[in-house]
């Protein structure tokens, strides 16, 4: 099972990202796909979720009303819109998965840099 992240970069305050997390060895539309970011010193956090057939989403008060979490099923693909980023949106962004049946099977991806900056 491989998950692969990227989309990551610089950007300045205000500005937008999109992170993309491609799948592969596993039957995507049977896992329940998060993204998760971490800095350092700190706890990974949940930025956002969506449900395995993509009709249900959740997310960090501090990323309501300026993320957005989607998944494309026939691309086994799992996106974060970012816009309005602020600097504490600093952090290494990671795609996680987790079987909607079986939750003890899980998979994280490597992450991806997201550095917001003046």
């Known amino acids: 099972v491989q998950l692969v992240e990227s989309g990551g970069g610089l950007v300045q305050p205000g500005g937008s990202l999109r992170l993309s997390c491609a799948a592969s060895g596993l039957t995507f539309n049977r896992y329940v796909m998060s993204w998760y970011r971490q800095v350092p010193g700190k706890e990974r956090e949940l930025v956002a979720g969506?449900?395995?057939?993509?009709?249900?989403?959740n997310y960090a008060d501090s990323v309501k009303g300026r993320f957005t979490i989607s998944r494309d099923n026939a691309k086994n693909t799992v996106y974060l819109q970012m816009n309005s980023l602020k600097p504490e949106d600093t952090a290494v962004y990671y795609c996680?998965?987790?079987?909607?049946?079986?939750?003890?099977?899980?998979?994280w991806g490597q992450g991806t840099q997201v550095t917001v900056s003046s």
């Open positions: 969506i449900a395995s057939a993509g009709g249900s989403t």
């Open positions: 996680n998965a987790v079987n909607a049946v079986a939750a003890w099977i899980k998979y």
